[in-house]
Nanobody, 115 residues
């Protein structure tokens, strides 16, 4: 069983930046790592992902503003969020997918963008 622990998040004004980090209890078994978010009354959506080949994917609404990266040695992947907008407000969850389709979730962290 892989455990994911998130850090970061918080409140920021529009245009500000935040960094989310997710640390896994083990990383060598993971094929994909990413971040989802869920805003009140909306479905959870995939925001960004990175795979073991360092290929990245972003939802259109965050392209050019968010950057996902990973540090294998630290068993961590990060989501650097810049130019934040009120519509980015949500609970953000880190996610990982294993080689045998197993999935793992972090506990979620609140990101609030408001003036």
């Amino acid at each position: 069983q892989v455990r994911l622990v998130e850090s970061g998040g918080g409140s920021v004004q529009p245009g500000g930046s935040l960094k989310l980090s997710c640390t896994a209890s083990m990383i060598f078994t993971l094929d994909t790592m990413g971040w989802y978010r869920q805003a009140p009354g909306k479905q959870r959506e995939l925001v960004a992902s990175i795979n073991k080949d360092d290929d990245t994917w972003y939802i259109d609404s965050v392209k050019g503003r968010f950057t996902i990266s990973r540090d294998i040695a630290k068993k961590t992947w990060n989501l650097q969020m810049t130019s934040l907008k009120p519509e980015d407000t949500a609970v953000y969850y880190c996610h990982a997918g294993g080689a045998y389709s197993e999935t793992y979730w972090g506990q979620g962290t609140q990101v609030t963008v408001s003036s």
